[in-house]
């Protein structure tokens, strides 16, 4: 369907003009009483927020394609954005499995990726600490490869309890969700066995 | 004005209400033998339209924690679980019998998904002093929330008690339709999102087509309870523009049996009370002043 | 079955409404009434735990009225196969298979073999019989090896043979009378009998039915044999590799599909692979663990797909003179499983933990097991996009209020990392039909927020840039690791690493098309064989984004699935076997012999030139030794398997056990439970007591759990949304109206669920959606909660997954958490200290030690086999 009325009420406030008239003929009251609607409850009645009224959507500098991050039946979703703020998020209706529909979790995408819920720092607790303290990114990063390398170390064999060679550690252990990529699997698998770590354990097995 | 413009059947709402020129008259029909109580019309609505969260309670009304349509709800999902005496069936007496052939027949779960109805005649709209309430060019009705000041009249004009106010601001709260998802030629959010098309959105005359073949072939499966809510234009709101089809009686699912407008003696009484009237529009622009 | 699809997978069910719609009849069976089974034209409650038993009987009706669809059992499945005289089934044994070693508690499979396979092949398959092997499993989903499949095997096309599948097949289900699904399952002869007229009138030439499951099958200690059974009913009625018909497994994530195709699990590789054991000393005997010298289909180049994958992980480094760096990769001995795992953090022996978008602390089962593994780790990582409860456990855990955890004395160290959300970074998700969709970034993510795919390229930096110049052997494989993907605004690029997971011709640097360019000589690098193709003609294919609308139902140019972009497996099947569709309203894929080639509405899962009269030479193996007519190309004899002669752990049939923790008796079999299920019998992982063992009174209730429409798993992406918390916002348990009398449970009131782990509290919901069941002329009743609450978040509670215990799958090493016993009491649990006291007291009077459910072996006359416990540490 096409959106005609909006064009023309848009041409009708441009008529309307401006100076003392306009704000007059703005009062619903006075429009009631002078134009083509009597009962004042229809375009008499329309506010200026409501006349210049669009779908936030029609603002997006950019739209991506993408796919829900809930279940596995791969919906399409549709991401609108603006500023590098995402504005909305709905279903694709091109997608052959979903056809633009999205449940209540898929419908709550927005919220997900825009909500206060986010977390956005590195946090940190010491052994025995009682609270959380913020630590920069990249000492984080430093902090993790010292201890990878350690817990590696203590729980490395060469050999297991048989003289068989496993050259393996069982110092490391990982667990991952199934909303990862593709490609982040493997980069996690990939690292993990060159580190000789195998606990490396999915979603999938629960 | 026309006969018809506070009560009874009226083909033409948007052009009743001013619009020359309008797009075809546009509502939802929600059929609820399709619904599956997944509450993504609920969700979808609010991301949409901003609305915020209402109350963390069980209600304990089966799946049901909305519990009834109110400015933080706009689409409401109601669950009736109806028992084998609800449904006037054989109960039985040992327990663990319920697992036999009848398990199927002793036992139905409707779900339907409720939002305002949009009337013909609108109640909350006639009654609404400051224009905040208004019709669309897609005969909708709409809060103007630029406009609204919380009065409140419309929380008792409407029959279905659907409109309310939002603690905090006081501003009367309803679907819109989308109506700003339609002037961008999108459909609602909640009708996009509906995963089974259970809310259908369309022009309001090829929806009531397609509501009748529904029911139709839903008798002819035996489905004899199938019935809709709000498309006959002769009943106590001008028919609506979100109507339904249910399952049941419309008690079952909490609407009312047979809603009518507040406004319908209003013709009869508009000569005697042409005083009011003036009344009314000074009331409305006090308050409308009040409101700015 | 097992599936609550409607509420579990929505947005999927608007296929199952439209089918409905066009004539379809919908059968729901599940304990549960759900919001599936109010759009089932028949709703059929069973007891939790007894989904064989029903399919079994199935099975017993489609043969016992030869039901079955003959051509297609006959051409397509094992049924004709001779198996082996020392064969002896569960009818013999009292429940249990030939070959069963009660100290380990494990099988030798070598009697389950066909007849004409030779005893020295069979024997090289007998590598189960430790307990701690995981070999069925290492075999992957391309069917496990047999030895002489490619050969003629001995079979009898009448099915009249005693010793043929079809007969074996008839005898083991012969005793799945309706009068015995009823007494198990608790369904009543007629409701079954309505379900199997349905099934078998909606099979055949003219129709197909489907059958849809989900965790409700995987989540048991017969979780594989779930699966098993659904597979033999749709193969007996031709329902394998046809249109509207197949054995849907519905995932509960968005790339949980891809995360057993590539793999974060222990034993696989990429493309289900397995890592290899101490056994496989070079390549070539880890490629003949996968293959037979004398099998049928593409398994039989699992060779390529090996080395491809050597020379992604290893790049030049990889060469022939070094076993493409094979003695790089560590080494399994058994089970190191994620439960295994967090015992072994509890025992000290784990350092440190990666948790990545996973939160065990409320979505695995034994939630106290988890913590308590947690708080004695050096240190733990979590990345995630909130704040979730395995990250604040030792702040704000059950165990903190109980005083087994204080902050001041629990010495984890841990790292939190914001994770960039879904929308905030590129890659491929793999749905539950094995299709990769990618998806493109539409914003940055802020702050610390960062991708996995940064977090482990940046992390694999860093490593080999400390530990650059190293000259310790240990840390070869690292240092040598090819690791130079491409790199833009310091994010590593996921199409990149696509493209290499799809395979790399290196001699000119080009994308290969598909696994069959994949080579054994190093000159091919393949992250992940089955995903051979996503990059084929260097496009992205997953990205492709033809509209639905603009398509046929296939809609096969939208995004990708492997293999090949094959959208129904074995399709081959939906024809004859001279090649012609079973029907015209079935048609799928059939020959076109003047083009000399196969053709149809889905991509071919056959080579596209092979004639459906081929017969290949003799001695043929591999694809070559493929018949026109052996549709399921990735089996080793390319049959469907109606019986499963390698490959599985607890039989190759399935066969009903009660659950580990079950109120009832085996009605079937002195064997009571799963024989090869596993045990982890220690002090802090209880069982409840089952029968024969006494006391099963003090747990007298089945207890399962599942999801919510409004919620996601473990809650991180759910509770924490307000438009999402407010639609379910506390935690509740359903119980039937009797139940609630009997226990004086009130409607909105509070009620409590013990078992030997944990006690659990929750609001009351009467409904007559969990109807108590007649099960053996005695009432069971059933009670029901959703799992998804915790600590954190906006709507908070306790965590269903703490009632359960630690018993999984011999397969699979998936845990029960679909069934346990309970007690259910009114009122708010105790809190404190006072609450392991509480659980003491039910452990006493119920006689619990570790001991307690880990007899496994209970078949024959007053039998009592072994406890399968650990050694305290």
Same mark, same amino acid.
């Given at each position: 369907m096409r959106a005609a009325a909006a064009g023309v009420s848009m041409e009708r406030r ?23 609607d009597?009962?004042?409850r229809g375009h008499a009645a329309q506010s200026p927020r409501s006349a210049g009224l669009t779908a936030r959507t029609e603002g997006a500098?950019?739209v ?14 549709r991401?609108y ?6 504005l909305q998020i709905e279903g694709?209706p ?6 633009g529909r999205l449940? $209540?979790?898929?419908s709550?995408?927005t ?22 303290? =913020? ?72 | 004005?026309? =006969? ?6 009226l083909?033409d709402v948007a052009g009743e209400a001013g619009y020359d020129d309008h797009p075809p008259r546009m509502g939802f029909f929600t ?9 993504a019309c609920e969700v979808a609505c609010k991301e949409w339209n901003g609305v ?17 349509l109110?400015?933080?709800?706009w689409r ?37 998904s409720?939002v305002c109805k949009h009337c013909t005649?609108a109640?909350c709209l ?5 224009g905040a309430l208004f019709r669309t060019e897609f005969g909708t009705v709409v809060v103007q929330q630029d406009i609204c000041? *919380? ?9 279905? *008690?659907v409109i ?8 009367a709260q309803k679907c819109t339709l989308c109506y700003d998802r339609l002037r961008a030629g999108e459909e609602p959010a909640c009708a996009k999102a509906c995963?089974?098309d259970s809310i259908q959105f369309g022009e309001v005359d090829e929806l009531r087509?397609r ?19 709000g ?8 028919g609506t523009g979100a109507f ?49 | ?64 009225? /030869? ?94 043979? $005693? ?188 350092? *440190? ?72 970074? =590129? ?272 747990? $007298? ?32 348990? /359903? ?139």
């Amino acid at each position: 369907m096409r959106a005609a009325a909006a064009g023309v009420s848009m041409e009708r406030r441009r008529e309307a003009g401006v100076g003392p008239k306009r704000w007059l003929e703005l009062w619903p009251v006075y429009r009631q009483l002078t134009g083509g609607d009597p009962l004042g409850r229809g375009h008499a009645a329309q506010s200026p927020r409501s006349a210049g009224l669009t779908a936030r959507t029609e603002g997006a500098d950019h739209v991506a394609k993408s796919i829900c991050p809930y279940c596995a039946v791969g919906c399409g979703q549709r991401v609108y954005v603006a500023d590098d703020r995402v504005l909305q998020i709905e279903g694709d209706p091109d997608s052959p499995i979903s056809r633009g529909r999205l449940c $209540p979790k898929g419908s709550a995408s927005t919220q997900l990726v825009n909500g206060p819920q986010r977390a956005r720092k590195v946090l940190y607790r010491e052994p025995y600490g009682t609270e959380w303290q =913020e630590l920069d990114l990249d000492t984080a990063m430093d902090m993790v490869v010292d201890r990878v390398l350690d817990a590696r170390d203590k729980g490395w064999q060469d050999v297991d309890e048989h003289g068989a060679r496993v050259r393996r550690t069982l110092g490391l252990a990982s667990l991952g969700g199934a909303t990862l990529d593709n490609e982040e699997n493997y980069l996690i698998k990939k690292l993990f066995t060159a580190l000789g770590a195998l606990q490396i354990e999915n979603q999938a097995r629960i | 004005m026309t =006969e018809h413009s506070l009560y009874g059947p009226l083909d033409d709402v948007a052009g009743e209400a001013g619009y020359d020129d309008h797009p075809p008259r546009m509502g939802f029909f929600t059929d609820t033998s399709v619904c599956i109580g997944c509450k993504a019309c609920e969700v979808a609505c609010k991301e949409w339209n901003g609305v915020p969260a209402d109350d963390f309670d069980l209600l304990g009304m089966s799946f049901d924690n909305t519990g009834h349509l109110g400015a933080n709800a706009w689409r409401h999902v109601a669950f009736v679980e109806q028992r084998a005496q609800d449904l006037g069936m054989p109960s039985f007496d040992r327990p663990g019998d319920g697992s036999g052939p009848e398990s199927r027949t002793d036992f139905r779960w409707l779900m339907s998904s409720d939002v305002c109805k949009h009337c013909t005649h609108a109640g909350c709209l006639d009654v609404c002093p400051t224009g905040a309430l208004f019709r669309t060019e897609f005969g909708t009705v709409v809060v103007q929330q630029d406009i609204c000041n *919380g009065c409140g009249y419309c929380v008792s004009g409407c029959p279905y *008690g659907v409109i309310e106010r939002r603690e905090g601001d006081g501003r009367a709260q309803k679907c819109t339709l989308c109506y700003d998802r339609l002037r961008a030629g999108e459909e609602p959010a909640c009708a996009k999102a509906c995963p089974t098309d259970s809310i259908q959105f369309g022009e309001v005359d090829e929806l009531r087509d397609r509501a009748a073949a529904r029911v139709a072939a839903l008798h002819e499966r035996g489905e004899v309870g199938a019935r809709l809510y709000g498309a006959d234009p002769d009943d106590g709101v001008g028919g609506t523009g979100a109507f339904f089809l249910l399952m049941d009686e419309p008690e079952v699912y909490g609407l009312p049996p047979d809603p009518v407008v507040p406004t319908r003696d209003l013709p009869a009484m508009w000569k005697r009370a042409g005083l009011a009237a003036v009344a009314f529009a000074a009331a409305a622009a006090v308050a409308f002043a009040g409101g700015r | 079955m097992g599936s609550n699809m409607a509420e579990a997978h929505p947005v999927g069910f608007q296929w199952v409404m439209e089918a409905k719609e066009r004539g379809a009849p919908v059968f729901h069976i599940d304990p549960r009434f759900t919001r599936t089974s109010a759009h089932a034209d028949l709703h059929v409650p069973l007891r939790a735990g007894t989904d064989i038993a029903f399919l079994g009987g199935v099975v017993n009706h489609i043969l016992s009225n /030869e039901l079955d669809f003959r051509e297609y059992v006959v051409a397509y499945t094992n049924a004709s196969f001779l198996l082996r005289e020392d064969y002896r089934d569960t009818e013999d044994l009292d429940g249990l298979f030939s070959g069963y070693d009660p100290e380990t508690g494990a099988y030798d499979p070598a009697s389950w073999q066909y007849e004409s396979v030779e005893e020295k092949h069979a024997g090289r398959d007998a590598d189960s019989a430790a307990k701690e092997q995981s070999s069925s499993y290492q075999h992957g989903s391309g069917g496990p090896r047999v030895e002489g499949g490619s050969d003629r095997i001995a079979a009898d096309p009448t099915l009249r043979h $005693p010793r043929c599948v079809y007969q074996v097949l008839k005898r083991h289900f012969s005793r799945y009378t309706p009068e015995m699904v009823a007494r198990v399952c608790g369904v009543s002869e007629e409701v079954f009998r309505a379900v199997c007229d349905a099934w078998t009138a909606n099979s055949g030439r003219e129709h197909t039915a489907a059958l849809v499951y989900s965790v409700g099958w995987t989540q048991h200690t017969t979780g594989s044999q779930c699966i098993r059974a659904g597979a033999i009913v749709q193969l007996l009625l031709g329902n394998i590799g046809r249109p509207g018909g197949g054995v849907f497994a519905l995932r509960g994530h968005a790339s949980i599909q891809g995360s057993t195709d590539i793999p974060t699990l222990f034993n696989l590789l990429p493309g289900y692979l397995p890592m290899p054991t101490p056994e496989h000393t070079d390549l070539s005997s880890y490629v003949d663990s996968i293959r037979a010298d004398h099998q049928k289909g593409f398994w039989r180049a699992a060779d390529t797909y090996a080395v491809s994958l050597l020379k992604e992980f290893w790049g030049d480094r990889a060469t022939a003179d070094n076993d493409y760096c094979f003695d790089y990769l560590p080494r399994i001995t058994g089970d190191h499983g994620t439960y295994r795992t967090v015992m072994d953090m509890v025992d000290g022996k784990v350092f *440190g933990y990666f948790l990545l978008g996973q939160n065990p602390a409320v979505g695995s089962a034994h939630g106290r097991l988890q913590r308590l593994g947690m708080a004695n780790l050096d240190w733990l990582v979590v990345r995630d996009l909130t704040m979730i409860e395995s990250a604040t456990f030792w702040r704000d855990s059950p165990e903190v209020e109980t005083g087994e955890i204080a902050p001041e004395r629990c010495r984890t160290e841990v790292f939190f990392f914001p994770a960039a959300s879904h929308v905030e970074k =590129e890659g491929t998700f793999t749905q539950t039909q094995r299709m990769l969709q990618w998806r493109e970034k539409a914003v940055e993510p802020r702050d610390d927020q960062r991708s996995e795919l940064w977090f482990f390229y940046h992390l694999g930096r860093r490593l080999r840039e400390r530990l650059a110049g190293s000259t310790d052997e240990r840390d070869r494989p690292l240092l040598d690791l090819w690791w130079d993907y491409a790199v833009v605004d310091d994010e590593p690029q996921a199409a990149d690493v696509l493209r290499r997971v799809n395979g790399v011709d290196l001699t000119a640097d080009r994308a290969v098309g598909g696994y069959t360019e994949l080579k054994a000589d190093g000159t091919t690098a393949a992250g992940c064989w089955i995903y051979s193709g996503v990059y084929a003609d260097e496009v992205n294919q997953a990205a492709r984004r033809k509209p639905g609308r603009e398509q046929n139902l296939y809609a096969t140019e939208w995004g990708w699935a492997w293999p090949m972009n094959r959208r129904v497996l074995y399709n081959r099947a939906s024809a004859d076997p001279e090649g012609r569709p079973w029907s015209e309203r079935k048609a799928l894929v059939w020959w076109d012999a003047e083009h000399g080639r196969w053709v149809g509405h889905d991509v071919p899962d056959f080579e596209r030139d092979k004639p459906p009269d081929y017969v290949p030479e003799e001695g043929s193996v591999g694809v070559e030794a493929l018949r026109g007519d052996d549709p399921f190309i990735m089996q080793a004899d390319g049959k469907g398997w109606l019986f499963a002669p390698s490959g599985l752990q607890d039989g190759p049939l399935p066969t009903h056990y009660e659950p580990h923790e079950s109120p009832v008796r085996n009605p079937l079999y002195g064997q009571q439970g799963n024989p090869t299920r596993k045990v982890y019998g220690r002090p802090d992982n209880p069982s409840n007591p089952a029968p024969p063992e006494p006391h099963g009174e003090v747990f $007298p209730f089945v207890l399962t759990t599942s999801r919510l429409t409004e919620h996601h798993t473990a809650g991180g992406m759910s509770r924490t949304l307000p438009h999402l918390a407010e639609l379910q916002p506390e935690l509740f348990v /359903e119980v039937s109206p009797r139940l609630a009398r009997e226990r004086g449970l009130e409607h909105l009131g509070w009620a409590h669920l013990v078992t030997s782990r944990a006690v659990v509290e929750a609001r009351v919901v009467v409904t007559d959606r969990i109807p108590p069941l007649r099960v053996e002329d005695r009432v069971v009743h059933q009670v029901w909660l959703p799992y998804h609450w915790g600590t954190t978040g906006l709507v908070r509670g306790d965590s269903a997954n703490d009632l359960f215990g630690v018993v999984v799958d011999p397969n699979v090493f998936i845990q029960e958490t679909k069934v346990a016993t309970c007690d259910v009491r009114p009122g708010r649990r105790p809190r404190g200290p006072a609450l392991l006291d509480f659980l003491a007291g039910y452990r006493r009077r119920a006689g619990i030690t570790a001991d307690t459910g880990t007899h496994v072996l209970t078949a024959g006359p007053g039998a009592e086999g072994p406890a399968h416990t650990e050694e305290e540490s």
